[in-house]
């Protein structure tokens, strides 16, 4: 929107969110805590300081307003809800979070801008009806890179979604709009439908070029 409505509308046609992760995903503090397994014979967590680098990852963590109330990570002697988040981050990964956790809120509250609705038509494509992480079950207390601690006996709690993105964060937006009546809004939703598998879907790509053939 920096550019201004007369300046979108000359410009944009419509705006086409596929996918979204408007409010977050647990999946990206999951991947910041125990790395993530590209099928290769290295445990995940290996990859976990690497992935720590990675800004994206860090503005993806989930925003309390699409999850009110939810319990993030639990462990026998402690639960980690929003309120803990740093507490977690840091007992994660040995302390690394050095300022990266404020940084990426400050990032998310500078371009945010949900109130301000596109002055375009929006069709947002929400994969759902597949198994998304809510939330992280660790046997025993966290204590990083050990091999045979939490890391080995995680289990994970599951929600709807498309596998990445819980349904909560997918929509929230764009159902905050059509709720409020902002705007020209649809949502197209596919059931068992992946978060990278709708952008290459045969149905979700027939359905994009509809929008341009009305």
Not at 107 to 116: A, G, L, S, T, W
Not at 150 to 165: K, P, Q
Request: proline share 7%; hydrophobic share 40%.
């Amino acid at each position: 929107m920096k550019k201004g409505e007369e300046w979108i509308k000359k410009n944009i046609h419509m705006y086409i969110p596929m996918a979204p992760a408007w409010m977050g995903a647990v999946k990206a503090l999951d991947v910041l805590l125990n790395g993530i397994d590209r099928e290769v014979p290295i445990a995940g967590k290996y990859f976990a300081p690497l992935v720590r680098h990675i800004p994206g990852v860090w503005f993806l963590l989930p925003r309390e307003e699409a999850f009110p109330n939810m319990i993030l990570a639990t462990s026998p002697s402690k639960n980690y809800s929003f309120g803990q988040l740093k507490d977690l981050l840091n007992d994660g990964t040995a302390g690394y979070v050095d300022g990266k956790i404020r940084a990426a809120m400050r990032f998310f509250e500078k371009y945010k801008n949900y109130d301000v609705v596109p002055p375009v038509p929006v069709h947002a494509f929400v994969g759902r009806g597949e198994d998304t992480v809510l939330c992280l079950n660790f046997k025993s207390d966290i204590r990083p890179h050990d091999p045979d601690g939490a890391w080995e006996f995680l289990n994970r709690t599951l929600g709807d979604g498309d596998g990445t993105v819980p349904t909560q964060s997918a929509t929230y937006v764009t159902n905050k709009w059509i709720n409020e009546k902002k705007g020209d809004v649809q949502v197209f939703t596919y059931d068992k439908m992946s978060h990278l598998g709708i952008i290459k879907d045969d149905k979700v790509i027939e359905d994009v070029i509809g929008l341009f053939c009305e």
